[in-house]
């Protein structure tokens, strides 16, 4: 096997306490194969405490600082990456922990990448908690150990990177962007392989309306259309998700009022028990694999009452934004 290239690794962050615990994690990771550089971009709006760069131990000479004030993960990433010199660059995500074996398993994932390997993906594995069965919330997270070409543990070729202009930065959520550079990554010739580390991401703490702000989403997901096309879900490896029942279901609570007030009175009955009947549905796929305790059985019951109308919306908006993007490919 050949040596193993240098590397940078590139962590966007908010702010949040949980970059300690990723810089931790690096120091102990890395004493066989270290980074060249690590580059935390902050991207907080306006700058506010200090972040804990400290915690990177023996690596904190190697740290660098760069802001971007705000615009979102995708440029964070781009900020960072666009000052790396090594071959290759590895996004990270501030919540997430490399295991101690991480750097030399890296450094292996880069020595068997061929020449025309554009990306090497790193496994992530979601801890769960025992004696229960995973929260909504829990098991959205739990995602990301199936998820292909995920950033929170991604190593790119620089080359690569540098060809296809980085990440869009119209995505401004952590969400489709990694999708998209890994689609105009593969369109330009590189592969994209899966490697033998593996990094920790623990579920992070969330309030019971967070299935209520990731429906925001669904715009990015208008943008992933019109980009890459309707097959774009195969092509990614993506689930495709419930937005055509939300649709339906939407639809029959639009049509109640409307067929009520035109005298339709036993088709808005029916209507009425068919919107019933698909928020009952949705609201039970997301409790009985969860604990169902009160609490959780309460936020599912009243999350999937405005999830549908919310993912419809959104989904609406973004293709209204988004309604000029040029396919991959075309000149605008």
Do not use: K
């Not at 580059?39 to 915690?55: I, K, N, T, W």
């Not at 202009?165 to 119209?170: I, K, L, P, Y």
């Amino acid at each position: 096997m050949t040596a193993a290239p240098a590397y940078t690794i590139v962590v966007p962050t908010i702010g949040r306490a949980c970059l300690a615990d990723c810089l931790r994690a690096l120091d102990a990771a890395t004493a066989h194969h270290p980074p060249e550089e690590v580059v935390v971009v902050d991207d907080r709006p306006a700058p506010g405490a200090p972040l804990p760069l400290d915690a990177a131990g023996r690596l904190r000479g190697r740290v660098r600082v760069l802001g971007t004030g705000g615009r979102g993960p995708a440029a964070a990433r781009n900020t960072g990456w666009r000052t790396v010199t090594t071959p290759w660059t590895v996004f990270l995500d501030d919540d997430t922990q490399v295991l101690p074996d991480w750097s030399g398993r890296l450094a292996a994932d880069l020595a068997r990448a061929s020449e025309v390997t554009g990306g090497v993906q790193g496994r992530l594995r979601v801890p769960l908690p025992a004696g229960r069965r995973p929260t909504d919330w829990e098991r959205g997270t739990a995602g990301l150990e199936h998820a292909a070409w995920a950033t929170a543990d991604m190593a790119y070729r620089t080359a690569a990177l540098a060809g296809v202009g980085g990440f869009d930065e119209r995505f401004r959520r952590a969400f489709r962007e990694d999708a998209d550079l890994a689609l105009r990554v593969l369109a330009a010739g590189w592969t994209l392989d899966r490697g033998a580390r593996t990094t920790r991401h623990p579920v992070r703490d969330a309030d019971p309306w967070v299935s209520v702000r990731a429906q925001r989403g669904n715009a990015d997901d208008a943008l992933m259309n019109r980009l890459h096309g309707p097959d774009w879900w195969d092509r990614a490896q993506a689930p495709r998700g419930r937005l055509r029942l939300h649709a339906l279901v939407t639809a029959a609570a639009v049509a109640v009022p409307v067929l009520a007030l035109t005298g339709h009175r036993r088709a808005a009955t029916g209507t009425a028990l068919l919107w019933a009947a698909g928020t009952a549905e949705f609201a039970l796929a997301r409790v009985l694999p969860g604990p169902r305790t009160a609490r959780e059985t309460a936020t599912m019951a009243a999350t999937s009452v405005v999830i549908p109308p919310l993912a419809v919306g959104h989904r609406l908006t973004g293709a209204l934004r988004h309604r000029r993007a040029a396919p991959l490919g075309r000149v605008p």
